[in-house]
């Protein structure tokens, strides 16, 4: 197997073909965490907002992602309201979409999420 050059490299030796990129899938700076639904109140509105606050730096949770957050937003309310009548399938169920999230430290891990740095970020666009 070869090893693929990084755009940089195919630059500086005038093979770079753009036709031949991967689509990006996102626009730079375009990022913004999906708007809390009308319908949630109270203890659901304030954990989707504990959860925006946590996650924007790291630019992961979408709109496509907004279903999972409104079933974690329930769960949530719901162990905290009343931790005793909290099954063991639901908790299970918690746990899940919070991984999917990327909520939890572990996930985190392993999709090797850290917070966005502007100058890191422009370095590694440009090459430099």
């Known amino acids: 197997m070869t090893q693929q050059s990084s755009a940089l490299e195919k630059m500086l030796k005038g093979t770079n073909r753009t036709d031949r990129e991967m689509p990006k899938l996102s626009v730079d700076g375009a990022y913004s965490f999906p708007h809390c639904p009308k319908h949630l109140k109270g203890d659901h509105r304030?954990?989707?907002?504990?959860?925006?606050k946590a996650m924007t730096q790291y630019r992961v949770i979408t709109l496509a992602d907004k279903p999972l957050l409104e079933q974690y937003c329930f769960l949530l309310a719901k162990l905290?309201?009343?931790p005793d009548a909290f099954t063991a399938s639901l908790h299970a169920q918690?746990?899940?979409?919070?991984?999917?999230?990327?909520?939890?430290?572990?996930?985190?891990?392993?999709?090797?999420l850290g917070a966005?740095?502007?100058?890191?970020e422009a370095l590694a666009r440009y090459g430099l």
């Open 94 to 112: 918690l746990r899940g979409l919070a991984t999917d999230l990327c909520l939890t430290p572990e996930s985190r891990a392993k999709a090797k």
């Open 46 to 52: 304030k954990i989707w907002g504990e959860v925006n």
């Open 116 to 120: 966005i740095d502007a100058d890191a």
């Open 80 to 82: 905290r309201s009343a």
